[in-house]
């Protein structure tokens, strides 16, 4: 029988699992203990586990990363948060300059088995500081993997196999999903591979390129446009470091036509590097534009109800390009 449940119980689920099956597992971030989590994706963990494991720590986002890679450098496998990706800032020391850098500055000597929870995302009426979905600053360095999972099946097989990876792992998981998706999720081990896109809908007009609460805007949108008799592929890319470039290109060369959609803010995007990808290597393929359909280049999502919706990247935004790109 399917077992449904929601996005976040599927991390919670996943986080118990591990810690109970490998003891070297330990949670560490602001508010995860006592109360949970601000979204209570750590509830009923400090009851189970203790607080030599589940640690809620000050307010020090540098700290919270810092104290994370030196446990993981002498064997444990840490999985702290960052309760919002907009005060992810005070880590990038520790992320970009030490975390990305371990292996390779060591020649292998030292593992980097650390995965960083990142709460993202926008939509929710959260004001300037509590709204980003920036993974684009993560993905153009070597040596982080970065994730985002659209589903709470991929929410719990991702979470598995980052905490599993002996690289660290930059996990993004956008608040709206939290408790508005739910799906089957079985309740035993398994995971998902890192760096391997689904195609989460079939078709053959054009492609669309897409990730994190994104996916479903995308697969509503192709829902809308098949009523007009266009058919769009949409492919999750799940993975954001490293891409899944097979799955990409072979659906651009199916449907010869591209769209890239993700929330982030357009310039030097995730989107950029996907359309140079793709028109570099199935240039000859395409008939028509590759278009981005993507936040604007505003520094924050505003507070303003009105202005957040201007902002925010959404189905009748999606459908109107998908029926200017079918139109080529």
Not at 261 to 278: F, N, P, Q, S, W
């Amino acid at each position: 029988m399917p077992r449904i449940i929601t996005y976040i119980d599927a991390i919670n689920e996943a986080l118990r699992q591990e810690m109970e099956r490998d003891e070297r597992v330990f949670l560490l971030g602001e508010d995860i203990g006592l109360s949970g989590g601000v979204f209570k994706a750590t509830a009923g963990l400090l009851d189970k586990f203790g607080e030599d494991r589940v640690i809620d720590s000050p307010l020090a986002e540098g700290i919270i990363i810092g104290a994370s890679l030196g446990a993981a450098m002498v064997g444990w496998r840490p999985v702290p948060e960052i309760q919002f990706a907009d005060f992810i800032t005070p880590a990038m020391e520790q992320l970009i300059q030490q975390a990305a850098k371990l292996r390779y500055r060591s020649a292998g000597a030292f593992e980097c088995p650390i995965t960083v929870r990142v709460c993202c995302g926008g939509g929710m009426g959260s004001g300037l500081y509590h709204s980003q979905e920036n993974a684009g600053w993560f993905v153009h360095e070597p040596g982080l993997k970065v994730v985002m999972p659209a589903t709470a099946y991929d929410a719990k097989g991702l979470l598995l196999a980052a905490i599993r990876d002996p690289n660290p792992v930059l996990y993004f998981e956008h608040k709206k999903l939290y408790r508005g998706v739910k799906d089957d999720v079985p309740e035993g081990d398994y995971t998902v591979e890192i760096g391997r896109a689904l195609v989460r809908r079939e078709g053959t007009d054009l492609t669309v390129l897409t990730y994190g609460s994104m996916v479903h805007t995308a697969l509503a949108s192709a829902e809308e446009m098949a009523k007009q008799g266009v058919f769009a592929e949409v492919v999750d890319l799940r993975t954001l470091s490293p891409l899944d470039k097979d799955t990409i290109l072979a659906s651009v060369r199916k449907t010869n036509k591209c769209m890239i959609v993700h929330e982030d803010k357009r310039t030097m995007g995730i989107g950029a590097e996907l359309a140079a990808i793709v028109s570099e290597e199935a240039f000859e393929d395409l008939d028509g534009p590759i278009m981005r359909i993507t936040g604007p280049d505003v520094p924050a999502i505003p507070f303003s109800p009105a202005l957040e919706k201007a902002w925010m990247v959404d189905q009748p935004k999606v459908v109107a390009a998908m029926e200017q790109l079918a139109a080529y």
